[in-house]
Nanobody, 119 residues
Framework: QVQLQESGPGLVKPSQTLSLTCTVSDGSITTNPYNWHWIRQPPGKGLEWIAD???????NYSPSLKSRTSVSRDTSKNQFTLQLTSVTPEDTAVYYC???????????WGQGTQVTVSS
């Protein structure tokens, strides 16, 4: 059973950079054909896809967030990370990491971590 766990600060000040890490257990982030995602849900709104990093290391970003987003990975630790720069209160959300597989969509999710942007 693959397990994903988000970690990072729960409070970030406006204009700073939000950094989150997803640690994956019982499944390698380099295994074909899986992609690894960051998704968020602002309060009272639906899920918003942010970015992903494929098993190959190729990254994809939401056009609306691309200019502020970077996803990377540390294969030795089986982790992938999200950096979101110049945050505003509108970036307040529960942030999730998740895995997807062809034909199956998202099949494993982390429990989510609340990030609040406030001074």
């Amino acid at each position: 059973q693959v397990q994903l766990q988000e970690s990072g600060p729960g409070l970030v000040k406006p204009s700073q950079t939000l950094s989150l890490t997803c640690t994956v257990s019982d499944g390698s982030i380099t295994t074909n054909p899986y992609n690894w995602h960051w998704i968020r849900q602002p309060p009272g709104k639906g899920l918003e896809w942010i970015a992903d990093i494929a098993y190959s290391g190729i990254t994809n970003y939401s056009p609306s967030l691309k200019s502020r987003t970077s996803v990377s990975r540390d294969t030795s630790k089986n982790q992938f990370t999200l950096q979101l720069t110049s945050v505003t209160p509108e970036d307040t959300a529960v942030y999730y990491c998740a895995r997807s597989a062809p034909q199956r969509g998202y099949d494993y999710w982390g429990q989510g971590t609340q990030v609040t942007v406030s001074s």
